[in-house]
């Protein structure tokens, strides 16, 4: 469903120039419930945010469910816009909730976004606020919630679209063990059940465990790609 | 860690202001774009100001030479308490012997001119004027040899030509024979009264149209010879005012010492100048309104200065330069605001920078000192292009002047410039303001630095 | 979610930001309210000056007086005024009428000459055409019609030294071209609100100055006031009326054209409508200075947005939203504050005679400002457009940043 074919990256960091990703090829099924692993400098996050769509390579492609992403000539940001809007879903280390809206808010914000109906979005911001086990919270602002609670919010927030993909970022560098724990469940129940595919990326040996495949990451190229079963 | 020797006096390292001034430089190109941008937002001020005050300057300068050169002189000599009722044009409040306070001048070398000004009516009929008119006039009677010496009446004079001594001409200025249709040779009629109030008819023929850039004198005076005005008026040798030129760039700054020396010298008393200041009102007492007076019984002389007898004058300047400066003060308060905005942004995005800065031991000082060096910098800047800038705008205005005759043209008001205000030359003010602004901006840039500096390094280096 | 929704509440997330903002915005507005409240009261100043005094809303004069008008000639008149003025008055759009006869005089005390200006009216009539004859008059009363008294301002009396029970007398050329002198009784001292009024003028009834000035039935000029019409319209009547019925010869002139006032108004329009705007820039860097660190703080609040698919615009109207929130209530406190100071002084008035007393303009010296709805109006939408306009450009930056530089931050 994801093809990343042969993907480059640079960036500039103030006065240096860093080659982030140097040729790294991944296929991504749907359903999959894939980790990205590797040191700090690996180019893991880059990587993430090129499938993301929320960073261009610099040469080779991307395509998503059949679309071409990056091809020679690259897309326009607005087009990856689009593509971020309706079909992939993100969760941060830091949560990135907006402060001013309630949880039941920031997760309406995704639907809004795609124009839906009122009635619903009511439907389906409900529905995910259950499912992630913040029923009765709705109409906390992140201030008032934990942090585990916050991340939940941020996953109803990723789900409440169906997107092709949830990308997550160290999602659980944030937290104590056990609430990344319980949200890792989470993840990985929703990922059973409904079949959403997730890649995360992370330098945690939790959140390594419980992925079904394993692509670890080493000064821009792919070290070793292997296919476990998950605890 | 090194042991503190006790024996050497506690001496702590300093950066040297050099170093802070290198720092600050390179980072000045570190954001070229912003620093350009707030450079020119001060820039523009400060051109804006110093043409601005090169116009307001140059109405000041040109009004005040209107009135020293067509009105005034340096300074005058008249009888007491005669400049605030000169509106009234009193034939009682006179100089009784001016050929011995002119005796004293010319000894002194002091120019001096001799006037007698009085009020009547300019009657002129038809053929061969297209309308028979008569129009209220101030007029004066001038010595045609040494009132050319303060005033510039006959440096104006466009047709025909200057007064010459007892005739019986008249100059007028271009402004009325326009209104009268009035051309060199017509002859006119005067209608006035004698020193001792008796009914008086002169006839007299135009020599010569003048024009001056002071409205105020074109609008409303003739001029005749003095020896006409004596005689008719029966003045018996006596003068309403004794005007002079000093040697001066500016008006009224010359020193009236010597025309005190010169006086005292000849054994002329002066009464003390001015009294209580200019009493337009007319609240002061008034003379006796009984007609014949005795001339016998001589009013002193009074010294008045330029200040004096400009009074009006400088109020009217006063309403305006508090206008601009109003305005002035608007433009350095947007300019202010121009330049914490942008040292505001600077601040916000080194912050990481700032903390790294005070990890490795740079004391809340320097780093102070470094930002307002910086601001400085773009105030310093902007000071520079501004006064380029400035230096152009003033250099059109004083060449080319703005012209506001359109404007003026149905205003009624007293004004002293023919609708063409020129800018003064100021480099003072120019380079006062250029630093003003880089001391202002470097000022203005310790806020937002304060307020990162209350952080605590870590947070600092938290950021981004 | 909203976009005005979350505009909103962002606003309230650091109020006291906001509330600077809006201070800002509000000081600016205020302050020109005000300050077109001041111009207005100019404009009616001047305009009440020129209907009464100087020029009427119309005026009718001889076309040669006009063109002569500096030399005085007194014998270029309106004839028959009486009658003229009857099929004036008869006019729909006409409201009253008031004949003047002009007498350039001088007088005398001692050796002094003092000159001064009457001017003959139609005590009854003018009583009507006046908005107010009455309250000119701080000593005595107003001069009999046909008698020969007469009411002096009050700076011309202290200049003639006379009082109320004293003559005065007055040379002046008359219609023929001819000197005449003439006395009156001081009956009255008047404060007219034009302080060059106050220095020359007396007020006669016309009939005896029609005498001393061998006017005969005629009229120096027609002062016209409308009937609530506009000056164009009540020109054309006029004008339609006399070229008709005669007499022949006059010029029908609107105070627009004669009065020195209105041209100083004019520029004087102009040149506060540009402090304004520099008012309004002001206020509103304030603002901008508030979007630039607003925006600076939530900057991974943007970039997080822009991850979730906010499209460029839609980030921008979020942040522009909040600027014009804030522009709203900013202009909308400092109109309704001005206003509401402006209201008490247009009745007390602002007393500027410390700043006449040496400058020589026809404004009176005791000014009313004048709340005007529609500029006031004008004024919260020029305060809020700057404002906007203002806001707009780093507003926009918000949309430049890119996501993974926002989310990193």
Known sequence: MINVTDIHKEYIDGETSVRALRGVSLHIAKGEFLSIAGPSGSGKTTLLNVIGCIDTADSGGLSIDGDRINGAHGVSSRALIEIRRAKIGFVFQSFNLIPVLTAYENVAMALSLLGLAESEIRERTTKILTEVGLAGMEDRRPAKLSGGQQQRVAVARALVKDPLIVLADEPTANLDSETGEAILKLMKSINQRIGTTFVFSTHDQMVMDYADRLCRLHDGLIESDEVRRSA | ?464 | MKLATIALRNIFRNKRRSLLSVTAVAVAALAITLLFALLEGIREDIRHNAWNYETGQVRVRNAEYDRYEYLNPVQYVVPEYRTLTERLVALPEVSVVGPRITIASVSFRGERQISARGIGMDITAERRYQDDLEGIVVKGRLPEPGSTEAILGNRLARELGVQIGDSVTFLTQTRVRTSNAFTVDVVGIAAFPVAQLDRSTFLLPIERAAHYMRMGDAATELLIKGAGVRTETLVDAVAAETAERGPEGMNVTPWSEVSGGYAYLQVANVVYRIIALFFFLLGSTVIVNTTMMTIHERTREIGTLAAMGMRRGELIRLFFTEATYLGIAGSLAGVLLGSAIALPLQHTGIDFSAQMELVDMDLSTMLYPALNWRSTVLTFFYSLAVAMLASFIPARRAATLQPVEALRS
């Open chain 2, 1 to 464: 860690m090194p042991v503190q020797d006790d024996l050497q006096p506690k001496r702590r390292p300093h950066a040297g202001p050099r170093m802070l001034i290198r720092l600050a430089a390179k980072n000045l190109t570190r954001y070229r774009r912003r620093t350009m941008i707030t450079a020119s937002a001060i820039a523009f001020g400060v051109a804006i100001f110093v043409a601005m005050a090169s116009l307001l300057e140059g109405l000041i300068a040109e009004g005040d030479r209107n009135l020293a050169n067509y009105e005034t002189g340096s300074a005058a000599l008249t009888g007491q308490g005669y400049w605030d009722e000169r509106e009234q044009y009193p034939l009682d409040i006179l100089i009784e012997d001016p050929a011995s306070i002119l005796d004293a001048l010319d000894a002194a070398d002091i120019a001096a001119a001799p006037r007698v000004g009085f009020r009547g009516e300019l009657i002129v009929h038809y053929d061969p004027y297209p309308e028979d008119g008569s129009a209220h006039l101030s007029m004066y009677g001038i010595n045609p040899e040494r009132d050319p010496r303060v005033f510039r009446i006959d440096e104006a004079v466009t047709e025909g030509r200057y007064l010459e001594a007892d005739e019986h001409g008249l100059l007028i200025s271009r402004w009325l024979a326009e209104r009268l249709g009035a051309e060199v040779g017509f002859p006119v009629t005067i209608t006035t009264r004698t020193r001792d109030g008796f009914h008086q008819i002169m006839d007299l023929d135009i020599v010569g149209i003048y024009e001056t850039p002071n409205p105020t004198v074109d609008r409303r005076t003739v001029f005749m010879p003095l020896e006409i005005a004596d005689s008719y008026l029966e003045m018996q040798g006596a003068v309403t005012a004794v005007h002079l030129a000093l040697p001066e760039a500016v008006p009224g700054t010359a020193d009236l010492e010597p025309v005190r020396a010169a006086l005292a010298q000849a054994g002329i008393t002066l009464e003390p100048a001015g009294g209580d200041g200019p009493d337009p009102d007319n609240n002061r007492d008034v003379p006796g309104e009984s007609g014949a007076q005795d001339h016998g019984a001589a009013t002193g002389v009074e010294l008045l200065s330029f200040d004096y007898m400009t009074a009006e004058f400088a109020a009217a300047m006063e309403l305006q330069e508090a206008a601009f400066g109003v305005i002035l003060f608007l433009l350095g308060v947007i300019a202010i605001v121009g330049i914490s905005n942008t040292m505001l942004m600077a601040v916000l995005e080194r912050e990481r920078e700032i903390g790294m800065m005070r990890a490795i031991g740079m004391r809340d000082g320097e780093i102070r000192s470094m930002f307002v060096l910086e601001a400085a910098g773009i105030g310093l800047l902007g000071g520079a292009i501004g006064l380029l800038i400035g230096a152009g705008l003033v250099g059109y205005l004083a060449t080319y002047g703005i012209d506001y005759s359109a404007m003026l043209e149905g205003v009624e008001m007293d004004f002293r410039f023919d609708g063409v205000v020129y800018g003064v030359w100021n480099p003072e003010t120019m380079l006062t303001t250029a630093i003003g602004a880089a001391a202002l901006a470097g000022v203005v840039a310790l806020i937002p630095v304060r307020r990162i500096l209350k952080r605590s390094v870590t947070e600092s280096l938290r950021q981004h």
